[in-house]
Nanobody
Framework: QVQLVESGGGLVQPGGSLRLSCSAS????????MYWYRQAPGKQREWVAA???????TYEASVKGRFTITRDNAKNMVYLQMDSLKPEDTAVYFC??????????WGQGTQVTVSS
């Protein structure tokens, strides 16, 4: 069982920045594919960013160029640096770990609100 804890959410003005953190349990973190998802009110959860075990990164089109996903295997941490935030980025952001095919684990989420 993989346990994930997100942090770093909060209220930020449009154009501002936040860095989300995800702390993962386990000794095999470096082998996990890690993901960030978000869910806005009234909408389904959507994929935002991914980073593979060898640190290949992919992004949803609307955040590409503004968000950066990174990982620190020595600390069992994944981060999402969010710059140039827009009101439409407002959502609960979730960390997701996939240790192997067919396995998926979620954190509790952290609220990001972009508003003036």
């Amino acid at each position: 069982q993989v346990q994930l804890v997100e942090s770093g959410g909060g209220l930020v003005q449009p154009g501002g920045s936040l860095r989300l953190s995800c702390s993962a349990s386990g000794s095999l973190f470096s082998q996990y594919f890690m993901y960030w998802y978000r869910q806005a009110p009234g909408k389904q959860r959507e994929w935002v960013a991914a980073i593979s075990s060898n640190s290949i990164k992919t992004y949803e089109a609307s955040v590409k160029g503004r968000f950066t996903i990174t990982r620190d295997n020595a600390k069992n941490m994944v981060y999402l640096q969010m710059d140039s935030l827009k009101p439409e980025d407002t959502a609960v952001y979730f960390c997701n770990a996939r240790p192997s095919s067919g396995s998926s684990f979620w954190g509790q989420g952290t609220q990001v609100t972009v508003s003036s």
